[in-house]
C-alpha cells in the first residue's frame, strides 16, 4: 500500500490518498489478459463481424433491417412490446424440442444444464462475433440464456419446416411465418452459427437419425431447405462447409451468389433451333426496316437538348427502355433444372443474380425478382453484410453491384413497365402507372443502399458491352429518335408494316420452293 499527500481543490490543506498498488496492479493485469485473449477470439472467429447497420443506411429504410416479431442476438430489446409473443414461443419451442428426443419431462432440466454448459464454454468467443461495444454491457448469464432460447428457437423451426409439421402458435399471429422468415435474415438479427452447430449436436432428432448426417452438415441442409427449398437443399453440396459460416445470412449470402456462378440460358428444345434463330434474326431486320428509313430524316432536326449526349455521360448505362429503343431484348433467367424455388429465395428468382448478355449483345437474360414484402428488406441485409465485411476476408460485393446496376437500368415508371412486361420484374398490385411508379422508387432506393456500382464486379464485362452499344453512333440516333418521335401509334403502325413485310416475305419465299 502506498500514501502519498495531494492538496485539494481551493484548499490549503492536504488530504491523504491511499493507492492500493498491488489491487490496482492485478486488476490491470487482468484487465490486460481479458482483451488479450478477447482479440485473440476475434482473431480466430470470422472477419463478418455483426453490429448494428449504420445511421446512413439505416434511416432510409429502418424497418428494412428491424425485427418486426422475434429479436435474434443481442442486438435488440426483446422488451419491445411488439416482440414479446415471440419471447413467450421461444420458451414454447425449447420444449418441443427437447421432448422430440426425451419424452419424460423430468429429463428436460439435465438437457437445458448441458444446453447451457455448452454455449457457456464458447461465450467469449460467441462475444467475439459481435463489435465489442455492442454487447459489453450484457451480462454472462442474460447472453448465454439469450443464445440457448434463440438457437433452440431456430432448431425447432427449421426441423418443423423440414418435416412438414405444423406450428399453430406460430400461425396464430398474424403474419407470424413470413415475418419471421424476413427476421431470421436481418443484418442484426443473427447468432454465431457455430452455437447452432453445437446446439444442434446436443439434440436428439429422431426425425433425422436414419440419413447419417453429421449434425453440421444437417444443419446446414435444414437451413438451405428453409432458404431455397428442395433446390437449396440440393445445392448444399457446393457451398462452404459449416466451419466457415459465420451465421444464417453469411450462409443465405453464399446460397444467393453461388447460385449464378455456372449459370448458363438453356438451351433450345426443338431440333431445328437454327432455323428458328434465322427466321427471328429476319423478323428484327423487318421490323428495324421502317426505323433506319425514318432516323436519317429525322435525327438532323432534333433539337440539342432532346439528344442523347444531353441526357447520358459516356461513361452512363442506359437505362432499360433506351437500351431496348437500341435493339436490346430482356429475357427472365430460367433455370435448367427445372425446380422450383420455394421458400425466402423465391422473391430472387430461379437463379438469383443471373446476368447474362447474349445473341451479340441483343439480349440480356436477368433474375426475375418478386416485389413483395420480403424483397426489400433480403437485398438490404444481403447488402448491409457484404459491405460489413472486413477488407482481410470481404464477401463479394456481387448483390450489391447487382443492385447498382438494376438501379441504373429502372429510373422510371417506363423501364419498370418494360421489365415488367419482359417478367423480370413481378409486381404486386396489377401493373398500373402508379405501380410502375412504386416500382421505379424501389429501385432507387436499394441503388442508394449498394455501395458497389459492379465495376470490379462479375458485372464488369457486361456492363462494358452494353457502354460500347450506347457509344455506336446508329444506336444513339435510333433510340434518340424513338424517344422523341415515336409515340404509341407510331409504333403500332412501325411493327404493323414489319409483320405484313415478314409475312409477305415469308409466303413468296414458300411459293418459290413449291413452284421449283
Not at 485473449?37 to 480466430?44: G, I, K, L, P, W
Not at 396464430?172 to 427476421?183: C, N
Not at 448444399?236 to 449459370?263: D, N, P, Q, R, Y
Not at 423501364?415 to 411508379?437: C, F, Y
Request: aromatic share 6%; net charge neutral; glycine share 6%.
Amino acid at each position: 500500500m502506498a500514501r502519498r499527500n495531494r492538496p485539494l481543490a481551493g484548499a490549503g490543506v492536504s488530504a491523504d490518498i491511499t493507492v492500493h498498488v498491488e489491487w490496482l496492479a492485478r486488476s490491470l493485469m487482468q484487465k490486460q489478459a481479458d482483451a488479450a485473449v478477447e482479440e485473440q477470439h476475434r482473431a480466430t472467429v470470422s472477419s463478418h463481424r455483426l453490429s448494428r447497420v449504420p445511421a446512413h443506411l439505416r434511416d432510409n429504410n429502418a424497418n428494412g433491417y428491424t425485427p418486426g416479431f422475434v429479436a435474434i442476438g443481442p442486438l435488440h430489446n426483446r422488451e419491445n412490446r411488439r416482440l414479446r409473443p415471440a419471447e413467450r414461443l421461444k420458451v414454447a419451442y425449447l420444449n418441443s424440442l427437447i421432448s422430440r428426443g426425451h419424452p419424460d419431462p423430468a429429463q428436460h432440466l439435465t438437457v437445458i444444464q448441458e444446453y447451457i454448459r455448452i454455449v457457456a464454454a464458447r461465450e467469449k468467443e460467441a462475444r467475439a462475433l459481435y463489435v465489442a461495444e455492442e454487447v459489453v454491457d450484457i451480462g454472462a448469464d442474460d447472453f448465454i440464456q439469450a443464445l440457448v432460447l434463440d438457437g433452440c428457437f431456430i432448431i425447432e423451426h427449421l426441423v418443423n419446416i423440414a418435416i412438414g409439421r405444423e406450428e399453430p402458435s406460430l400461425h396464430a399471429t398474424p403474419f407470424g411465418p413470413t415475418q419471421l422468415s424476413v427476421d431470421l435474415i436481418l443484418a442484426e438479427n443473427q447468432i454465431p452459427f457455430f452455437v447452432l452447430i453445437d446446439l444442434i449436436t446436443a439434440t436428439k432428432l429422431p426425425e433425422f437419425e436414419s440419413t447419417g448426417y453429421p449434425p453440421p452438415v444437417l444443419l446446414v441442409k435444414l437451413v438451405l431447405f428453409y432458404l431455397a427449398g428442395e433446390k437449396g437443399r440440393d445445392m448444399s453440396e457446393a457451398l462452404l462447409v459449416a466451419e466457415g459460416i459465420s451465421h444464417i445470412l453469411h450462409l443465405f449470402h453464399a446460397m444467393v451468389t453461388t447460385a449464378k456462378t455456372s449459370w448458363e440460358p438453356p438451351p433450345r428444345t426443338i431440333q431445328d433451333g437454327a432455323v428458328l434463330d434465322m427466321a427471328q434474326e429476319a423478323g428484327r431486320l423487318l421490323r428495324r426496316i421502317p426505323l433506319l428509313v425514318l432516323v436519317p430524316l429525322l435525327y438532323p432536326i432534333l433539337p440539342e437538348d432532346k439528344k442523347w449526349s444531353a441526357s447520358y455521360g459516356r461513361e452512363d448505362l442506359p437505362s432499360a427502355s433506351d437500351l431496348k429503343r437500341m435493339g436490346v431484348r430482356f429475357r427472365k433467367a430460367r433455370s435448367g433444372s427445372g425446380k422450383p424455388v420455394a421458400g425466402i429465395a423465391s422473391v430472387l428468382g430461379p437463379v438469383p443474380l443471373a446476368v447474362k448478355l447474349t445473341q451479340h449483345g441483343d439480349r440480356l437474360h436477368l433474375p426475375q425478382l418478386r416485389l413483395e414484402f420480403r424483397t426489400t428488406p433480403l437485398l438490404l441485409n444481403l447488402m448491409a453484410f457484404e459491405q460489413s465485411s472486413s477488407t482481410t476476408s470481404a464477401a463479394p460485393q456481387e448483390v450489391s453491384a447487382y443492385m447498382s446496376f438494376m438501379a441504373k437500368m429502372v429510373q422510371s415508371a417506363e423501364d419498370a413497365g418494360v421489365l415488367s412486361a419482359a417478367e423480370v420484374v413481378q409486381q404486386q398490385g396489377g401493373a398500373g402507372n402508379e405501380s410502375k411508379e412504386e416500382v421505379a422508387r424501389v429501385f432507387r432506393n436499394l441503388g442508394e443502399a449498394s455501395a458497389a456500382a459492379g465495376e470490379t464486379s462479375y458485372l464488369h464485362g457486361m456492363l462494358e458491352k452494353l457502354r460500347e452499344r450506347s457509344r455506336h453512333p446508329l444506336y444513339v440516333m435510333w433510340a434518340d429518335v424513338q424517344r422523341n418521335y415515336f409515340t404509341l401509334p407510331w409504333a403500332v403502325v412501325a411493327e404493323f408494316v414489319a409483320v405484313v413485310t415478314f409475312v409477305s416475305t415469308m409466303l413468296q419465299t414458300y411459293s418459290s420452293f413449291k413452284n421449283k
